[in-house]
């Protein structure tokens, strides 16, 4: 079985990591700039080569045509609807640091991911842009809107996706289809944890979580603390049985009566994708905000092995090809 290679930067606390893995990627380098992010990664996976440093500082030209897979989550301030929408005015604006990296390792395809508002009218220009600047280096990209509850995950989250591959390839890539894995509710996925502790309110509380949450927000270091989001979250989230004010630092107690219990970071952690031996590192703010900010595992998975199928179907194509000119050519000699 072949092996694919990538390079991620804006790893975070891992989410399109271990969807990449899952889909079948060796990551050459994961590059994130928090520590305790880093930290978060190191923990879950020795073995990964993490790089603690500004995107804007570092170089992967050591990788030139070695990658198959450029990826990165790149931050969403610039493009949220929860901030002031600068777009390339937001000097935290990383698209044009990731197309660098991109024509610095010349990788077959190309993954970025980011909040629904990049893909706004008021926008349309700058997307536009960077397809032309994919373009001119030898891809072929498109923008599309994935909902992560489309994926097996227990929430919306709608992430705007990029996805550019060289023009060779590009014909055979397909967007992964919706709906393939079936819906996951909040009380299906967070049941066994609520009952961790023996609450005997577990199955009861189950019944009434039966829906899909809202988004997640992880919140900046600026604003925003260790809760699940505005006053309309909020209301979305206690219509599923959840208090959004802030977070637990454990499950319900055996004996704690029915109420409206608070997620645990392990618990919102589960709500983002991320498998339950996943570890967040540091404390209940900080490591709630780097499962908040991720990018939800089972929702990279399904694009990374669209990417995989594409490269495999081009292979097949391209083997058939020269054996097809291979037999012309014998029977020409004949």
């Given at each position: 079985?072949?092996?694919?290679?990538?390079?991620?930067i804006c790893a975070g606390?891992?989410?399109?990591?271990l969807?990449?893995e899952?889909a079948g990627?060796e990551?050459?380098?994961?590059?994130?700039?928090?520590?305790l992010a880093c930290?978060t990664?190191?923990?879950?996976r020795p073995?990964?080569?993490?790089?603690?440093?500004?995107?804007?500082?570092?170089n992967?030209?050591?990788?030139?045509?070695?990658?198959?897979?450029?990826?990165?989550?790149v931050?969403?301030p610039?493009?949220?609807?929860?901030?002031?929408?600068l777009g390339?005015?937001?000097?935290r604006?990383?698209?044009?640091?990731a197309?660098?990296l991109v024509?610095?390792?010349n990788?077959k395809?190309?993954?970025l991911?980011?909040?629904?508002?990049l893909?706004?009218?008021?926008?349309?220009s700058?997307?536009?842009?960077?397809?032309?600047e994919?373009?001119?280096?030898?891809?072929?990209?498109?923008?599309?809107?994935?909902?992560?509850s489309?994926?097996?995950?227990?929430?919306?989250?709608p992430?705007?996706?990029?996805?550019a591959?060289?023009?060779?390839?590009s014909?055979?890539f397909?967007?992964?289809e919706?709906?393939?894995?079936?819906k996951?509710?909040?009380?299906?996925?967070?049941?066994?944890?609520?009952?961790?502790a023996g609450?005997a309110?577990a199955?009861?509380?189950r019944?009434?979580?039966?829906?899909?949450?809202?988004t997640?927000?992880?919140?900046?270091?600026k604003?925003?603390?260790?809760?699940?989001?505005p006053?309309?979250?909020?209301?979305?989230?206690a219509l599923?049985?959840?208090?959004?004010?802030?977070?637990a630092?454990?499950?319900?107690?055996?004996?704690?009566?029915f109420?409206?219990?608070?997620?645990t970071?392990?618990m919102?952690?589960?709500?983002?994708g991320?498998p339950q031996?996943?570890h967040i590192v540091?404390?209940?703010?900080p490591?709630y905000?780097?499962?908040?900010n991720a990018f939800p595992?089972p929702?990279?998975?399904?694009v990374g092995?669209s990417i995989?199928a594409a490269?495999?179907?081009?292979?097949?194509?391209h083997?058939?090809?020269?054996?097809?000119h291979q037999?012309?050519?014998?029977?020409?000699?004949s």
């Amino acid at each position: 079985m072949s092996t694919y290679t990538s390079i991620e930067i804006c790893a975070g606390a891992g989410g399109q990591a271990l969807g990449l893995e899952d889909a079948g990627f060796e990551h050459l380098a994961l590059v994130e700039i928090e520590p305790l992010a880093c930290q978060t990664l190191r923990h879950n996976r020795p073995a990964w080569n993490v790089i603690n440093e500004d995107v804007k500082k570092i170089n992967v030209e050591a990788y030139k045509d070695q990658v198959d897979l450029f990826a990165g989550g790149v931050p969403c301030p610039p493009f949220s609807v929860a901030g002031k929408q600068l777009g390339k005015d937001d000097d935290r604006d990383l698209f044009p640091e990731a197309l660098r990296l991109v024509k610095e390792c010349n990788p077959k395809a190309v993954l970025l991911e980011n909040v629904k508002g990049l893909l706004d009218p008021k926008f349309k220009s700058y997307r536009e842009v960077i397809l032309e600047e994919l373009d001119k280096m030898g891809y072929e990209g498109s923008w599309r809107v994935l909902n992560s509850s489309d994926f097996g995950v227990p929430q919306l989250r709608p992430r705007a996706i990029l996805v550019a591959l060289k023009k060779q390839y590009s014909p055979f890539f397909h967007w992964p289809e919706a709906g393939l894995i079936p819906k996951k509710t909040v009380g299906d996925v967070l049941f066994e944890e609520m009952k961790s502790a023996g609450w005997a309110h577990a199955d009861e509380w189950r019944k009434a979580a039966s829906g899909i949450a809202p988004t997640l927000v992880g919140g900046s270091k600026k604003h925003g603390g260790a809760d699940l989001g505005p006053t309309r979250a909020k209301k979305a989230w206690a219509l599923l049985g959840v208090d959004g004010h802030g977070l637990a630092n454990n499950p319900p107690a055996a004996d704690a009566t029915f109420y409206m219990p608070k997620l645990t970071v392990e618990m919102a952690a589960l709500i983002q994708g991320f498998p339950q031996d996943w570890h967040i590192v540091g404390k209940k703010t900080p490591a709630y905000r780097q499962v908040g900010n991720a990018f939800p595992p089972p929702v990279a998975s399904a694009v990374g092995k669209s990417i995989i199928a594409a490269l495999e179907a081009y292979s097949l194509n391209h083997h058939s090809t020269c054996q097809k000119h291979q037999k012309e050519q014998e029977l020409k000699l004949s």
